[in-house]
């Protein structure tokens, strides 16, 4: 507290020269004004930033006046500086040119950023003459630097003990040491350039987790960088933690989810170390039930480390301005110290979902795990983003309860595919629905994003470079992202992410902060890619490991993936449900004959698939089959569908119907109709697997089966041939009715008589250890015979 003696001082120094009363007055503390729609209603609280500037302009004055009255020697210490000055004539005019070229180095440092300087002294200003700018439900960030980057620092925002600079720390060495991140740069790029095109991203280690099931691939740029994968022995959560510099409060977060096995602990691992991942969670529960918790954590992490690390930069660089203006510090432009701490835009996370129910759900466990829990516009986000649908017994949910599990999970809750969503995190709040360039995390989906950008290029707007410099990249439901439209990610990470911004003049940022790896286009060797999904796809494996999207030159990539074996993989589990049904024993068998033809390549497999199916498969389907209606052809590609229906209809006689995501529902009722009574002009049905996605219809009367492909979702190859398990149950039930009403026994069904048939090539080996267990799949690829058989 200031004296009395002392406050009188000041306040008759204030009226000697011109100061108004309520500058005077303004030594009195103001509460902070609260925010409401019509503006604050309350004084506004003294933050100690204000309290700091304030406090040294009082300094000055006192200063100042001690001057006027008495010219004996003063003795002033500012920051850092431990020099003395007497005050004498001599020093007083080297003083004065110092300051000078002080004066000079203080503009230049300015001259990239003015605006970043001036909202300080704004500050005090409006401070100082107790003035409280009117606003809305959203507060001004230019008014609230407090808040921001800017602002003071609390001990929530401080970083494990000590300074990010100067100890080990995970985020520090993948972004921020520059002089490693160039070297290895050059490194690789002179690989390229020097030597034969080859494979540089390579497999150094394979852990297996025997009691999940699971192996992990861990993949590194091995002649580019010595750092070596995590070592195989059994990790602590605790250690690695500590190990990769996490906050303390998200080193609790960790804590609570309880991370026991050593599947997660190395997935945490290889979330920390920024290495680029892809986790198929199809065959273990706690990672189906935990991923999206330690991947939030891990961003929470990231983004509140940035923004700490940019906040104590503004507060040395402002230290180095007050010092350089007051002559305290000998330095020279040569020495002059850089704060390269950010990218071009503040948006650091990306993270793309299916649908709005998802992004709900993420959404919402971001806030929990969050130390922050404060949250505006959390009404808004409800009313928008949640619907009770699938939770409740209305009659428009029967028939949703009777789908498959995975259909019930994936359109549960509000289905649109059609959203965007900033999302802020400030000291004290976490703010939905910002501005997109202003937003810390980015939650949308491709379909949104992909609008937005078309609709700002048909309006000229220029608000489109929010992407431009995102750090992690997180691709979850893949599943569901490969359904809608895997264009629109394509587009996005391709084109999009991380494309420098085309117009400099127009776009606002201190070019003094950015990293020069940012500067020079760099972003793919270093950006943490992770996708989640289901299962595997070539698709999401070339995201995270073609370098297309990233290379992470760093840290590699690390794909998680199950072992699958015979005895569960979707084939065996099928005959096991078989047998528990009694449709099969051993005088019945379902025969599942696997056709094999070959491809070099992927650019030729399309044709070579389609020839396949002319000369081999279609012969097969009008001579050997046994029952001569009831043949269900299930395409996984849309492109495939359209070759195969053009061909049959313009080139054969076969008579069939077809059914797509893009029929009518008139089409899609009349034309079951036709094909589950037998019809003579409905032999065939050819059937799209995103229709089957979509709607999961129980189609009647199959009794074979020819997959042109395999499914892309495992799960798919059980729910297909269960059409033909039901038919059986159905012509058994009207068999015994026939039997009692004294009717001709005219639709028997036998199950051996059934034609199954599933065509596929050595490039196909993903998606077919999935349905037969990796060691079939590899005799399947690699065998000497082009057709194997399973019962």
């Known amino acids: 507290m200031i004296d009395g003696k002392m406050r009188e001082q000041r306040q008759f120094d204030k009226m000697n020269t011109g100061k108004g009363k309520k500058e005077a007055g303004s030594l009195e503390p103001r509460r902070k004004m609260q925010k409401t729609k019509s503006g604050r209603k309350e004084p506004r609280q003294i933050n100690r930033s204000m309290v700091r ?62 605006d970043r300087e001036e909202k300080v002294d704004d500050e005090v200003e409006i401070f100082s003459k107790g003035v409280e700018e009117e606003v809305g439900e959203e507060v001004s960030d230019d008014n609230n630097e407090d808040e921001e980057e800017g602002g003071p620092m609390d001990e929530g925002d401080m970083v494990a003990d000590d300074d990010v600079h100067d100890k080990f720390d995970a985020l520090n060495l993948h972004f921020n040491d520059e002089e490693r991140i160039s070297e290895l740069i050059s490194r690789y790029q002179n690989i390229l350039n020097n030597s034969k095109p080859h494979r540089i991203l390579r497999l150094v280690n394979r852990s297996r987790f025997e009691d999940e099931k699971y192996v992990k691939l861990d993949y590194r740029y091995s002649e580019v960088t ?31 989810q309880k991370p026991v096995t050593q599947l997660e602990i190395q997935f945490i691992e290889s979330l920390l170390s920024y290495q680029s ?16 918790n330690y991947y939030l954590l891990h961003c929470l992490n990231h983004v509140m480390k940035t923004r700490t690390r940019v906040m104590k930069d503004n507060e040395k660089k402002k230290k180095l301005l007050k010092q350089i203006e007051e002559g305290t510090v000998d330095a020279s432009v040569e020495e002059k110290p850089e704060f390269r701490d950010q990218g071009y835009t503040r948006p650091k996370v990306l993270i793309l979902l299916p649908t709005r129910n998802a992004a709900w759900v993420v959404v919402n466990k971001l806030v929990k795990l969050s130390p922050i829990k404060a949250v505006e516009n959390k009404k808004r986000f409800k009313s928008q983003y949640y619907d009770s649908f699938g939770s409740g017994n209305n009659p428009r949910e029967q028939a949703y309860k009777r789908k498959p599990e995975d259909f019930r999970e994936m359109f549960k809750g509000n289905s649109n595919d059609f959203f965007c969503l900033g999302i802020k995190f400030t000291r004290k709040t976490i703010r939905l629905y910002t501005k997109l360039d ?55 990470l391709t084109k999009r992410l991380n494309a420098p911004p085309k117009k400099f003049e127009e776009f606002k940022v201190d070019f003094s902060r950015i990293r020069m790896w940012a500067i020079n286009d760099q972003f793919k060797y270093l ?72 491809a070099d390549s992927i ?47 313009e080139s054969t006689s076969v008579p069939f119907v077809a059914i797509d995501e893009y ?6 009722t009349r034309n079951r109709a036709k094909f589950a009574q037998g019809r003579s002009d409905a032999r065939l049905m050819i059937y799209t697997e995103r229709l089957h996605f979509y709607k999961r219809y129980d189609i009647k009367g199959v009794r074979n089966v020819i997959f042109y492909e395999l499914p892309t979702d495992p799960s798919f190859y059980s729910q297909v041939m269960n059409f033909v398990t039901d038919e059986k149950i159905r012509s058994e039930m ?38 037969v267990g990796l060691k079939n799949a590899g005799q399947l690829c690699k065998g000497e015979s082009e057709m194997n058989e399973f019962i």
């Open 53 to 114: 500037h304030k406090k040294a302009n009082h300094e000055e004055e006192e200063k100042e006046a001690t001057e006027n009255e008495d010219e004996s020697k003063t003795v002033i210490n500012h920051g850092n500086s431990d020099d003395d000055f007497d005050g004498s004539e001599d020093d007083n005019e080297e003083k004065g040119d110092r300051k000078m070229v002080y004066g000079t180095l203080v503009s230049m440092l300015r001259s990239d950023y003015p």
């Open 226 to 256: 010595e750092t070596q994968s995590s070592s195989t022995k059994e990790l602590d959560l605790e250690s690695r933690l500590k190990h990769h510099n996490v906050r303390d409060r998200i080193q609790q977060k960790f804590a609570e």
């Open 277 to 292: 991942i892809g986790l198929q969670y199809y065959q273990s529960d706690v990672l189906q039930s935990k991923y999206q």
């Open 438 to 492: 202003e937003s810390d995390v980015i939650v949308a989906s491709p379909l949104g994003l992909k609008m937005l950008f078309e609709n700002a290029a048909h309006d000229k707007r220029k608000d489109t470079e929010f992407l431009s410099s995102i750090e992690i990249t997180i691709l979850d439901k893949c599943e569901s992202l490969l359904m809608q439209n895997w264009e629109h990610v394509n587009e996005i």
């Open 527 to 598: 950006t943490q890619v992770l996708t989640f999904g289901k299962y595997a796809s070539p698709d999401l494996n070339s995201v995270v490991m073609s370098g297309k999207v990233s290379n992470n030159l760093q840290s590699g990539s690390a794909i998680f993936k199950p072992l699958i074996d015979s005895s569960n993989s979707i084939i065996d589990q099928f005959k096991v449900k078989l047998v528990r049904m009694g449709l099969v024993d051993k005088y019945t068998k379902l025969k599942q004959v696997f056709m094999r033809f070959d």
């Open 603 to 649: 650019a030729e497999e399309p044709d070579k698939r389609f020839e396949y199916f002319k000369n081999v498969t279609l012969p097969q389907i009008l001579s050997k089959s046994s029952y001569n209606y009831g043949t269900l052809v299930y395409v996984a590609d849309y492109i495939d569908y359209i070759r195969l229906t053009n061909y049959l209809r």
């Open 663 to 668: 029929s009518s529902q008139s089409k899609l």
């Open 734 to 771: 009207e068999r015994k009715d026939q039997v009692k009403n004294d009717e001709e026994e005219d639709n028997d069904f036998d199950l051996n008589l059934c034609m199954v048939r599933i065509v596929f090539s050595q490039l196909d080996m993903m998606k077919l250890e999935k349905i």
